[in-house]
């Protein structure tokens, strides 16, 4: 079974600061998850990759495949990314659910 | 396109009462996924249906958590009795097909606090 750490488990920043999520995992996958979680529980997917960069706004996403690690990036931190990221992994096969880390509590100051 | 429905979204309970909660995927969604989310823990996958067919329960604690899709679309989830360490935001996913590169769209959560 997949064991899926990120870092740090908590980060608080200043607003305008960059910020690295950090992911890693023990097994092969088929595919790595961010999500972002706001307090009342709802789950967003922010990227869904296998390999490379993903863009989208101020947040990126990077996969090394061969060193089993994932980052996710804000540039331009602003309070309302306030959140939890959660990184998950898919293992592929048809039995696929996502298998999740525990999660990156972050807080932007303004 | 109206999003991943469940209900309810909050319940209280006794330990050895017993609970359902309710599911509705997104329309045409094939693959529905019940995760179970303890407080400061990530998501549990519980189980994974495809259509009405189960892909994987290998975390489901059969002796007490029981869950149907009958007629592949909403899915009922069930603890029966209920105890103290199950109280969690039970999430319900739901995708087009549980494919790698199919992306997973999530319900709000049913909170549940047992007593």
């Known amino acids: 079974k997949n064991e899926v750490e990120q870092s740090p488990q908590n980060l608080t920043a200043q607003e305008g600061e960059f910020i690295t999520i950090n992911c890693s995992y023990s097994?092969?996958?088929?595919?790595l998850h961010w999500l972002q979680q706001h307090p009342g529980g709802g789950i967003v997917s922010l990227f869904m990759?296998?390999?490379g960069k993903k863009k989208h706004g101020r947040l990126i996403a990077t996969i090394n495949i061969q060193e089993k690690h994932s980052s996710l990036h804000i540039t331009a931190s602003h309070p309302r990314d306030s959140a939890v990221y959660i990184c998950?992994?898919?293992?592929?096969?048809?039995?696929?659910?996502?298998?999740f880390g525990k999660g990156t509590h972050l807080i932007i100051q303004p | 396109e109206a999003g991943v429905a469940q209900s309810p979204r909050y319940k209280i309970i006794e330990k050895r009462q017993s609970v359902a909660f309710w599911c509705n995927p997104i329309?045409?969604?094939?693959?529905l996924y019940w995760y179970q989310q303890i407080l400061g823990q990530g998501p549990k996958l519980l189980i994974q249906?495809?259509?009405?067919?189960?892909?994987?329960d290998s975390q489901l604690p059969k002796d007490r958590f029981s869950a149907e899709r009958l007629k592949g679309v909403d899915s009922t989830l069930k603890i029966q009795p209920a105890k103290l360490e199950d109280s969690a935001v039970y999430l319900c996913?739901?995708?087009?097909?549980?494919?790698?590169?199919?992306?997973?769209?999530f319900g709000p959560g049913t909170r549940l606090t047992v007593l």
């Open positions: 996913a739901s995708s087009p097909q549980g494919l790698a590169y199919n992306e997973q769209f």
């Open positions: 097994v092969g996958i088929s595919a």
């Open positions: 329309s045409g969604h094939a693959t």
């Open positions: 249906f495809q259509n009405n067919g189960v892909v994987d």
């Open positions: 998950a992994v898919r293992e592929g096969g048809g039995a696929d659910g996502l298998t």
């Open positions: 990759l296998s390999s």
